[in-house]
């Protein structure tokens, strides 16, 4: 005789008397013990089913214009507006390219690729400005720091790992990675050593700037899901590189001097002089793909970066505003994390520029501006909350006697 469905588990077949909890459906129960260990299965297997899904990127009809990539920048980004400008057209450009397939007819015209290049100090927002790019358009993002990277075979990790870390954020979707935004930090630390091309291996610059070139061009390649060298027998996974924007930045320490050189000028020394209406003050702005040649990107991998633009230095207007008007400023964060706990955190207004002027003087850029709050913030994060006081007031005095109390200035010179 059939049991009825309401009397035992319809996945393990236990009676009611035997389970803790029977769940009643439509056609059939199921146990507690079934309902945990199916649980434990989807928490397993989400990531494979999201990557299966495929992760929802902006489509050919939501792509924003330029003028609303610059808009969504300037909510998280201060300053900068030429360097946006050309990041903005350079992203519509690419995602252009990329969807002309699904919206147009195949002309026979190839729109070729629009990876970009970024010259400014640290600090100034080339990480931040790729990050918000990325956000905007919800495709995978991953950053990377070019120093790392070496010829395979050395001690290193090999180029394809870069394609590793944006398949992992597009949660293994290839198709959602081929479509991504990758960022190579410190690209100017694989500079070669010398302006000849090298008779001796560079395994950490040249070597690797050679092995940047098909994957920025576009190639297929074979990427090993968790990394070639530690998991040599793993099957790889084919991603073509055609569509991925790479975005790449550095310091380019010294090259002002490559850029002073150039433009017949002289920017110290007793005869020093400057030609009319350039501004000596920022020599980069007037960078070229001539001076990073000089400086030591081989000439193959500044063909594969066509659009370069600059980030200017900030200076304390603009570091006054990033610690307070964008959407994620430090300051917001700060009063967001005090509120958590009821409290009402205030920061008098010399307090501003104290901050400011002490990461000028450190030259420590819009990073150093949260280490410096941090450090003021340190003792008050660690009392208050268990105090039970309401409201929080920031003066120039404590925070100048916090800052100095942390040895905050001792730790930078170090």
């Known amino acids: 005789m059939a049991k009825q469905t309401g009397d035992h588990c319809s996945l393990c077949g236990r009676p009611r008397k035997d389970v803790n909890l029977l769940i009643e459906g439509l056609d059939g129960c199921i146990c507690d013990s079934c309902s945990l260990q199916a649980a434990d299965i989807v928490k397993e297997n989400v990531k494979d089913i999201k990557g299966k899904a495929g992760t929802k990127i902006v489509t050919a009809d939501e792509l924003p214009t330029p003028k609303g990539i610059k808009a969504a920048l300037d909510e998280y980004v201060i300053g900068q507006d030429s360097a946006k400008k050309v990041l903005s057209v350079a992203v519509y450009n690419h995602y252009k390219r990329v969807f002309q397939e699904e919206k147009f007819e195949d002309d026979g015209v190839e729109i070729e690729k629009s990876n970009i290049i970024m010259v400014g100090p640290t600090g100034t927002g080339k990480t931040l400005l790729a990050r918000t790019i990325a956000k905007l358009l919800h495709v995978p993002f991953t950053i990377v720091d070019a120093t790392v990277f070496t010829e395979a075979g050395y001690v290193g990790e090999d180029i394809e790992s870069i394609l590793t870390r944006l398949l992992h954020d597009a949660d293994m979707d290839v198709e959602a990675t081929e479509k991504g935004i990758v960022f190579i930090d410190e690209i100017d630390k694989i500079a070669r050593k010398s302006a000849n091309p090298s008779i001796t291996r560079d395994v950490n610059g040249e070597g690797v700037q050679q092995g940047l070139l098909k994957m920025l061009e576009g190639s297929t390649v074979n990427v090993p899901p968790n990394g070639g060298r530690k998991h040599p027998e793993a099957k790889m996974i084919q991603v073509d590189t055609k569509n ?61 970066l066509p659009i370069l633009t600059y980030l200017e230095p ?8 990033i610690l307070t008007e964008p959407k994620n400023s430090i300051v917001k964060q700060y009063k967001k994390l005090f509120s958590l706990d009821g409290i ?18 450190h030259k420590l850029g ?34 100048k006697q916090m800052l100095e109390k942390s040895n905050f200035e ?4 170090t």
Do not use: W
């Open 244 to 304: 991925i924007l790479f975005i790449c930045g550095g310091a380019f320490d010294g090259l002002e001097r490559v850029i002073s050189k150039r433009m017949n000028t002289r920017a110290v020394g007793y005869s020093s002089y400057m030609k009319q209406d350039i501004d000596r003050e920022n020599l980069l702005k007037y960078v070229n793909h001539s001076d990073l040649r000089s400086f030591g990107l081989i000439p193959e991998l500044i063909g594969r």
């Open 314 to 321: 900030l200076d304390k207007k603009v570091l006054r505003n």
């Open 344 to 361: 009402n955190l205030i920061f008098e207004d010399d307090v501003y520029d104290y901050i400011v002027d002490q990461a000028l003087v």
């Open 366 to 399: 819009a990073r150093g501006l949260r280490s410096i709050v941090e450090s003021i913030m340190m003792e008050a994060m660690f009392e208050i909350p268990s105090t039970g006081e309401k409201e929080l007031r920031i003066s120039y005095d404590y925070a």
């Open 410 to 413: 001792n730790m930078i010179t």
